[in-house]
């Protein structure tokens, strides 16, 4: 609590935060007072709806109570611990992990601990080097793995590296199947997955750059894959993609991680959004709702073969607050909730309500929303031009900015909407409501969204 003005906070900030840290999509930056549930409420007490959930760190709803009982019993019992030390929620976090994926891969596996997803990528960098001895990788344009020097090295934007060159490898990017603006111009319809084998001829010879056939190796040791992309804009993949591209990869002993920090924890309405795909990755890095936004810790599953004591000694990577006695309590209960609730069933509900609702807003302002789509509670719109297809990031921009002012009225009240603006073009709403919003509180969302774009873009409706 703090008993300074509004006013006076934005003065320090001015003067005292770094901005590197942190983006300022509004001037001034907004501030809230109390979040819970669904929502935000600014300091005047009016609710803001929100739709993106730290980007998809609040999963499980802000203020969940059950997981604040259990952070406060951890508070209460044991709230520090050097990680040198054992704790009981750390080795049965790692273990309900490990035995999750084993159900679901096929294959044994151990669990390693930091705090933040660009952590537990670098971490799944030195497994990969560590069991290859190769340095480079491969990973998606439009693909998003954090900030750190070598996540940045693998994501896709130069921006992220322009002022601090290089301190790893950079990725060699391959195009990610978009098919709404597929790169090769083709129709998903009868493209034949046409990407796919553009990727896959880029081994057919020596001279392609890849592949020595003597030798038959690739100077790549692995492919880092979202399976949905995140901060690309939710872009989800074509059926097969994903199955293929694993056969491409075993063939040439190139391993597949799967980088699961945003859609991972049932956004895209299983446990990893992987295995909507059919596919068993080699490596799975999470974070974010593992421990529903609550004290951090992040993870990295390996197999067994590529993280045993044997090849992945003790001390390979450590960090202070790696396995935190709080962020493992949090997590491990998240874990066992996913176990006791359907939340496949649940994610697959509502977010096909959702995603009607947006169908039918889609249907009414054909002139503003080029795209839309999901699965589970992972959904996207894309705002687009009077043709539907050219990017509007403008139009994009001012309807996030609209949202946060909190001036809308819906069902009787004053409230605001929060939305994220993702995607490659920076047009894409990606929504990621929390899993205990409710069919009344999707439609104020809907409701919201037809006043903004009615009053964004009064001559396209
Ligand atoms: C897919 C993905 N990977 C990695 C990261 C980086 O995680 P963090 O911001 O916790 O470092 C993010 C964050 O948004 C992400 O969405």
Redesign the pocket.
Known sequence: MTDKSQAELLALERKYCSWGDTVHYLDPPKSFARSEGSFLYDHDGVPYLDLQMW?SAANFGYANPRLHRVLTRQLETLPQLACQYLHAEKVELAAAIGRLNASRFGMGGRVHFNV????A?EDSLKIVRNATGKTLVFAFMGG????TLA?SAITSSYRYRRRFGHFSDRAHFVPFPYCFRCPYEKKVEDCGLYCLKQFEQSFDTEYNSFWDPKAGESEFSAFYV?PIQ??GGYVIPPPGYFAGLKKILDERHILMVD?E??MGFYRAGKLWAIENFGVAPDIVVF??ALTNGLNPL?GVWAREDLISPAVFPPGSTHSTFSSNTLGTAVGLDVVRMTEECDYEAITRRKGAYFLARIRDLQGRYPKVIGHTDGMGMALRIEICGEDGFRPDRDLADRIFAEGMKGDLHARGRRMGLVLDVGGYYKNVFTLAPSFTITEQEIDLGIEALDQLIRRCAPDRV
Not at 116 to 119: D, F, L
Not at 144 to 147: A, I, P
């Open positions: 980007y933040g997803g660009s952590q990528i998003y793995h954090g900030r996540a979202e995140g901060t980088d920090i945003q974070g974010k992040s």
